[in-house]
């Protein structure tokens, strides 16, 4: 058992981040078994277990190992980039009052890695290393597959959009998350769901996102990098 004494001083953070679908999962786990870490989810999407099938939220029997930044109903709004990263801070003040030396931290949410940008707090006693996972020829391949995964099986997508349907308040969100978004339009509209028409939709729709998260990624993630003297000046200044 972990002592006081015997907390870590500097806690070790590994980022990795990279667009939908990229395998970032894979990789934060793997990690994480290396190190004996836990992993924090950077995906705001993922704190809606209502919408586990399509934002991936989980992961077989090393789910247990990923720390969410909330629990939230969908109803509720996806949790704001500013609010899921003071989430953030408290989840990493636990892990290191747990004795964690490493924690890996994974995820493609743009806002909420600005936000990582601009405010050194998160990386206070710690040493920073980034992983970029980017897309590489048999991405498109890899993302259709999935978009099938998710529309298959004993519980999809379809399923998740459904159960929520009826309440209103969740349509906003739901028209804001790609997938969910072409769903919801089938749905709303009554028309008769085509499964091949809607996995080419999502995929498409997919692949468009991660072309955006690629065009603003990189320039976030040299933020982060650069800003490693504001944060060594606010823990000398401690």
């Known amino acids: 058992m972990r002592t006081v004494d015997r907390l870590p001083r500097q806690v070790n953070l590994t980022l990795v981040v990279g667009p939908t679908g990229v395998g970032k999962t894979d990789r934060g786990l793997e990690l994480a078994r290396a190190a004996d870490a836990p992993v924090v989810v950077l995906d705001r999407v993922q704190c809606h277990r209502e919408l586990a099938i399509g934002s991936g939220r989980h992961h077989g029997d090393e789910s247990e190992r990923r720390i969410f930044l909330a629990d939230r109903g969908v109803a509720k709004g996806v949790i704001p980039a500013a609010q899921a990263y003071e989430r953030l801070l408290g989840i990493l003040d636990r892990q290191r009052a747990l004795g964690h030396g490493n924690v890996v931290l994974e995820g493609g949410s743009v806002s909420l890695l600005a936000v990582l ?60 998350i790609t997938g969910y978004r072409e769903i919801l339009a089938v749905l709303r509209e009554g028309r ?18 991660s072309r955006e998260q690629m065009t603003r990624l990189p320039e976030v993630l040299e933020r982060i990098r650069t800003s490693r003297t504001t944060a060594d000046a606010v823990t000398n200044q401690s």
């Open 117 to 176: 940008a601009i405010d050194a707090r998160w990386r206070r006693d710690a040493t920073v290393s980034v992983e970029l996972m980017a897309p590489d020829d048999d991405y498109p391949e890899r993302v259709f597959r999935r978009v099938e995964q998710m529309l298959s099986g004993p519980r999809t997508m379809l399923d998740e959009v459904r159960a929520l349907l009826p309440d209103p308040r969740t349509h906003p969100v739901l028209a804001d």
């Open 192 to 209: 008769p769901v085509n499964l091949a028409l809607l996995v080419g939709d999502i995929t498409r729709a997919h692949l468009d996102y």
